[in-house]
């Protein structure tokens, strides 16, 4: 089985040392492979996308203008709702009269890592998780080391900075913490202040939520698509772990949700015997289960995201083509399934991608919610002035992205005024407010530049 007890080294699963001993240093060896939190499916921590071999720096040649990050939650427990499955099936093994044994023999002496139910949907902090990937303390790295990156960005304003987010408790929680390590010892309501998005559908496509103001937005007959890979290998994966314990009623279902409840200990506790109940073979399938759901429901296998995103894609090059924009730095906090609407919009991740099959796992993966959004997930959109021209690049959890229309410019960027061409085709025939059914809902993004004007800031902020 794959054991969660394998070395943790820099927030990464690895295995032991003995996968170096084939090559003359560690430098050599090819750990990306073995990593389990590749599997799963972007519930687990933050980890880098693996990359194409592009240094992230800056170009010498260049100088940073603007950067915009779209940013998702740092690594947080369990939704109340899935919450409450786990708690259905401790209920039904802390009842099992019988000894465990086999693979389950470690139910025998388990104790549900949710200690306080009101932790749900929270995001993991030192008050209330342990181990390597607390969400709290990665916000505040990942603050420290963008301003240890965009530093000279910063020096010219006196202004506090307006970070933007969702009213998720968990988003707002990480912008505050990304925004204590962006300042250090001078964080306070003279650096930062936070405009709070609501969640609610007559702010249209004016929030960082914007699918729930498309009436249109419903992704069944999308996700019929998904529903046709077959997951019948988990009837063996069954077999295997009730052996010896075939008196315990587990259904598929539940050891469906073996996946996700591996995935969230590790946040709270940093390893869980869960992530044990699965071979190597049978996390890859389950894991591209998941891949086909999303990329069916919330990425660009359903024609409705390229629409949801396009707002926030076109505010994003309008925002670039100015040379004195609000800020210099514009930062929001938001969800996987938003962020994912945006890449969808944005084409850097799926460019003349073919629809994912459903009867055989593909090798590489072409697309991976693991590698695109997991836990604190991060896309910086650069504008570079290199001589006398602008460039935009994209690095997407630490990784340079290449468009594959547009990558002649410094460090694989691409021209401004190129990009320009590439967005307006990539959103032809593309309308939010006809395509989402929006009516007189906003059908474009302003809180990038009425945030002076417009109250923002006196939203409450919601539990999920």
């Given at each position: 089985m794959v054991s969660i007890s394998q070395i943790l080294n820099n927030g990464l699963l690895l295995t032991s040392q003995a996968v170096f001993q084939d090559v003359a240093t560690p430098n050599q060896a090819a750990t990306e492979q073995y990593n389990l939190i590749k599997q799963l499916n972007g519930a687990g921590p933050y980890i880098q996308h693996p990359g194409y071999g592009i240094s992230p720096d800056v170009p010498d040649q260049c100088t940073v203008e603007q950067v915009h990050m779209i940013s998702r939650h740092g690594e947080r427990y369990p939704s109340k709702s899935v919450g409450k499955r786990f708690e259905g099936i401790y209920e039904k093994i802390k009842n099992y009269n019988q000894t465990f044994v086999g693979e389950l023999a470690f139910l025998n002496d388990y104790e549900y890592f949710v200690t306080d139910e009101n932790n749900y949907d929270e995001l993991?902090?030192?008050?209330?998780?342990?181990?390597?990937?607390?969400?709290?303390?990665?916000?505040?790295?990942?603050?420290?080391?963008f301003r240890g990156r965009y530093n000279e960005l910063f020096e010219s304003s006196d202004a506090p900075l307006t970070l933007f987010t969702t009213d998720s408790r968990r988003c707002f929680a990480t912008a505050r913490y990304f925004a204590q390590g962006l300042?250090?010892?001078?964080?306070?309501?003279?650096?930062?202040?936070?405009?709070?998005?609501?969640?609610?559908?007559?702010?249209?496509a004016n929030t960082l939520t914007p699918s729930l103001g498309c009436r249109a937005f419903n992704y069944t007959d999308s996700v019929n698509e998904h529903q046709r890979y077959s997951t019948r290998f988990i009837y063996q994966t069954l077999d295997r772990v009730l052996k010896g314990n075939e008196d315990f009623n587990l259904t598929i279902n539940e050891l469906h949700n073996f996946i996700s409840w591996c995935a969230y200990e590790i946040n709270v506790k940093g390893s869980s015997p869960f992530c044990n109940v699965f071979n190597t073979e049978e996390f890859v399938k389950l894991s591209y289960n998941q891949n086909l759901f999303f990329y069916y429901s919330m990425g660009p296998g359903y024609y409705m995201t390229k629409a949801i995103g396009a707002p926030f894609l076109k505010a994003t090059l309008k925002y670039l083509k100015e040379d004195n924009p609000p800020q210099k730095v514009a930062l929001s906090f938001t969800h996987d399934n938003n962020i994912e609407h945006y890449l969808s919009a944005l084409g850097i991740t799926e460019e003349e991608l073919d629809p994912l099959p459903i009867d055989y796992v593909p090798f590489p993966l072409p697309y991976s919610k693991s590698r695109l959004l997991p836990m604190g997930a991060r896309l910086y959109t650069e504008k570079l002035k290199c001589g006398e021209d602008s460039f935009v690049r994209f690095i997407l959890n630490d990784a340079v992205f290449p468009l594959k229309a547009c990558q002649d410019g410094p460090g694989f960027s691409c021209k401004l005024s190129t990009f320009e061409k590439y967005v307006e085709k990539r959103l032809e025939g593309v309308d939010?407010?006809?395509?989402c059914e929006s009516g007189d809902r906003p059908d474009e993004v302003s809180f990038l530049w009425d945030f002076e004007t417009e109250d923002y800031y006196s939203h409450q902020v919601t539990k999920n």
């Open positions: 993991t902090t030192p008050f209330n998780a342990q181990g390597p990937y607390i969400g709290s303390n990665n916000a505040l790295n990942h603050g420290a080391a300042f250090g010892d001078g964080y306070g309501n003279d650096t930062a202040r936070f405009a709070v998005l609501q969640k609610e559908r007559p702010l249209g939010y407010a006809q395509q």
